[in-house]
């Protein structure tokens, strides 16, 4: 493996998982999970719609060029969709913790 790809996945680990050591409760530590894939996947997120967006726009009629533009697309919109879905899961964990069984 790639020593820059390792040190990159040691990285992202350490922000994820850092804060769930700092955790006292597990509402904190699911509040800190998803605040850390919010804030790191939301980054990426970004970046890839303005890639995709380029790759978009310099297709220019190219039918190679124009599939990997699309492809780009529909990932970052999954991406999206699993940001959102992030703050619902959060929200759901947490209404599960705090009344299990809905009494």
Known sequence: MNKKILYFL???SGIIFLPLVASATVP???LAVRNAF???G???IVIGWVIAGILYLTA???ATKLEIAKKALFACVIGT???VLAGVAEELINALL???FGN
């Open 28 to 30: 904190d530590m699911v």
């Open 42 to 44: 939301g980054s990426i």
């Open 10 to 12: 040691i990285f992202i």
């Open 60 to 62: 220019a009629g190219n």
């Open 98 to 100: 705090n009344n299990p």
């Open 81 to 83: 969709a699993l940001i």
């Open 38 to 40: 919010v804030t790191v």
